[in-house]
């Protein structure tokens, strides 16, 4: 599978690609450990908001959840090894990341780093598939 193509600036169009990560995220394969909570890779988008003191420094929302995501998914990720995103377990935890990038999406609609990390985070969750052998739904993967 494969992501749409980084020029979809529509709205709608976009839309469709939050809803494929929102699909992803909740089908997870079971092959995953799930961890919801504190035992959680990824338990700081249970109760996300913007560190103040990166804010501070960067003096930019967006540069901010950039740096966050980056200190959960890892610094190097996008840039070393296949630079794709780790989706390393399922649960709530993961699926929080949806209404975060969604939120983010619909208060900057045309930020490009933005619309990289969700369509990384798709690649991530393919990934997932792609290596456990679980076929993702056609009608998810038409958009």
Known sequence: MSVAPAGNNSQNGFASV???????????????????????????????????DILEKTGDEMATLGEQLEGVF?????????????????GNA???LHPILKQYHEKYPNN???KKW??????????????????????????
Not at 19 to 34: G, K, S
Not at 75 to 83: V, Y
Not at 119 to 142: F, L, Q, R
């Open 18 to 52: 939050l809803t494929r990560l929102d699909w992803l995220l909740a089908n997870l394969p079971t092959q995953l450990p799930r961890k919801d909570g504190a035992e959680s890779r990824y338990q700081a988008f249970l109760s996300f908001g913007l560190d103040p």
């Open 74 to 90: 890892g610094w190097k990720t996008r840039t070393s090894g296949d630079g794709v995103i780790p989706i390393l377990e399922r």
């Open 94 to 96: 993961i699926r929080k």
């Open 112 to 114: 490009n780093v933005l």
């Open 118 to 143: 969700i369509h990384d985070v798709i690649k991530g969750a393919e990934k997932v598939y792609n290596t456990h052998n679980v076929p993702v739904c056609s009608v998810v993967a038409m958009y």
